[in-house]
């Protein structure tokens, strides 16, 4: 049975970047920008106060994990009222020790090891989309364990180190997406998989990309009738179930690309399509730009950042 999180998280890529020690004592308070690159934080002792842009203020207590996708602007401080440091990550280098905020001396009030990562995929933005703006996670030691790992395995230059860094980024976010709790109010794709009729049609589009699927095909998947999985799933996904499959074929026919190697008609096949026109048709309307050029921009980008 295919695992649709897993398969979102594998054609995102994802690729460590920077993670170091946090901590803060007495008054203090930062601001950070909207970076944009999925983030996150381990509390490993004591307490501060988060606030993320469009979300409610939480108090992040020892053993508490935060991931933020994309990373809108935040404000993180002590209990104290004080004047925010602003910082943007965009610009600002990454420091090459542990930060410390407020008072330098003496015991830290809180500890975190934090960092950030990218996304190797050109679909990021969109399957980004469909995970929580904001996932708060308490009481998963084994959240925190992996995130002391990736800051060990950051701060090292060993053999293999980037591959490693991969792989643990890979496995920390199916923990935490796994974990996090599912808002009600919250369309996104964690809820519509913790709907179990929702979940049976996401896992039989994953599982059969290549398959001609219409909504009453997905609607008997799901054991609903036509318009109440339509209804259903919108609710539940936050886009429609066409859409949600188009973008998912797309993504996947992206990933086919941009390895190489592949015939056209080929890509077509194993994204649902019966010939390489239909398939380029419905490629350029989609990405804006032929399967051909959009496979030249690659190998152009990829040849720009290696030289």
């Known amino acids: 049975m295919a695992d649709p999180l ?11 970047v920077f993670s170091k020690g946090i901590s803060g ?3 203090w308070a930062v601001r950070y920008a909207e970076f944009g690159q999925p983030g996150f934080c381990a509390v490993i002792e004591g307490r501060c106060r988060l606030s993320v842009d469009g979300e409610a203020p939480v108090v992040l207590e020892e053993g508490d994990f935060v991931l933020l996708p994309a990373t809108p602007a935040f404000t993180m401080s002590g209990f104290d009222p004080a004047p925010p440091l ?50 708060h996670i308490r009481g998963i030691p084994r ?6 790992l ?46 179990p009729r929702i979940a049976a049609a996401l896992r039989r589009m994953h599982g059969d990309v290549e398959r001609s699927w219409t909504i009453p095909d997905l609607a008997r998947e799901a054991g609903m009738s036509r318009s109440a999985f339509f209804d259903r799933f919108l609710r539940m996904v936050g886009v429609r179930p066409m859409e949600y499959l ?20 080929e890509v077509a096949r194993r994204t649902g399509y019966g010939s390489a026109s239909t ?21 152009t980008q990829a040849f720009t950042a290696n030289r």
């Open 6 to 16: 897993s398969e979102v998280i594998q054609l995102l890529r994802p690729r460590a």
């Open 279 to 299: 398939f380029s048709t419905a490629f350029s309307r989609h990405v804006g730009l032929p399967p051909g050029r959009f496979m030249r921009r690659l190998e």
């Open 150 to 195: 990736v800051g060990e395995e950051a701060a090292c230059d060993n053999i293999g180190r980037d591959l490693i860094l991969e792989r643990l980024v890979e496995v920390l976010l199916i923990e935490a997406l796994r974990a996090a709790p599912v808002q009600e109010a919250q369309a996104s794709l964690l809820r519509g998989l913790a709907d």
């Open 86 to 135: 602003r910082i943007d990550p965009k610009s600002a280098a990454p420091p090459e020790a542990e930060i410390r905020h407020g008072r330098q001396a003496g015991p830290p009030d809180v500890r975190q090891f934090g960092g950030y990562f990218s996304f190797g995929s050109p679909d990021a933005a969109l399957l980004v989309s469909l995970l929580p703006r904001m996932i």
């Open 143 to 148: 959240l925190t364990q992996l995130v002391r």
């Open 25 to 27: 004592a007495g008054r």
């Open 246 to 265: 188009l973008s998912w074929r797309m993504a996947v026919a992206k990933n086919l690309l941009r390895d190489g190697g592949m015939a056209l008609d």
